[in-house]
């Protein structure tokens, strides 16, 4: 596993700093495991502040009118396939979580619920109890054995995770991600641009890098595209 040297943190819903590189993840994603290991490097890298924005990705789904992978076999099958082939290519340990898709609502509350100066480490230890360690992420018991045994205040912040004041950060954060056009997980915005998916991080190296090969007006011109055909919804 890579070290983070980056600066990590999370911030309350709203437009961030063009010094940061914001984070949209849910643990439920086996794509956004991949990428928490890549982004911290490529933020230290660029000298970007890296902020955590844990979301509730069923929420976004919702807002879109969209399903998740794991609703469409033959995608969920495509997309285990391919995690395992980068997880392997990048020396990082994957294995079948306990179950999924599961409800991440307690782990994105516990995250919200941690003190800034830790949530880096939290999410780390999190994201690698889903994907490396097959834990049930949902079980209050196993999480208050889990934080304990990495120096956590469990019942507190167990306690804080059930709150009305957490429950609504996170409803907050996943309606502000919607807001700003977050329809997936991961997801990366920069400067106000988005990138979506652990596929999309080289596109995000050479943006950071000043070598986007488009520019706005291109991007624009797509824009006025208008539909000449509709699917009709189920």
């Known amino acids: 596993m890579r070290s ?3 600066m990590c943190r999370h911030a309350e819903s709203g437009t961030e700093s063009e010094a940061s590189v ?3 993840y849910d643990l439920i994603s086996p794509n956004a495991y991949l990428a928490w290991h890549a982004l911290r490097d490529i933020a230290r890298l660029h000298k970007r502040e890296l902020i955590l924005k844990p979301v509730l990705f069923a929420a976004l789904l919702r807002a879109h009118d969209q399903v998740g ?4 076999a033959p995608k969920m099958q495509w997309m285990v ?5 980068k997880a392997n290519e990048l020396g990082i340990a994957l294995t079948p979580p306990h179950s999924h898709p599961f409800n991440p609502l307690l782990t994105l509350r516990l995250m919200l619920a941690c ?6 480490r939290l999410t780390d230890i999190l994201f690698r109890a889903v994907w490396a360690e097959s834990r049930n992420v949902t079980d209050p018991d196993s999480m208050s054995d889990l934080l304990t045994a990495n120096d956590f205040d469990a019942d ?3 306690k804080l995770a059930d709150s009305d004041a957490i429950k609504g950060l996170l409803r907050t954060e996943t309606e502000s991600a919607v807001s700003r056009s977050v329809f997936g997980v991961p997801t990366i915005i920069v400067d106000g641009e988005l ?3 652990f596929d999309d991080l080289p596109w995000l190296e050479r943006y950071l890098r000043g070598e986007d090969p488009i520019g706005k007006k291109e991007f624009a011109a797509w824009l006025t595209v208008q539909p000449s055909a509709w699917r009709f919804r189920r």
């Open 4 to 6: 983070s040297l980056c």
């Open 115 to 120: 003190p800034a100066t830790d949530r880096a």
């Open 81 to 85: 396939r391919n995690c395992l082939r």
């Open 156 to 158: 507190r912040m167990l």
């Open 69 to 72: 992978p794991a609703e469409v």
């Open 195 to 197: 990138f979506f998916g």
């Open 22 to 24: 914001e984070f949209y």
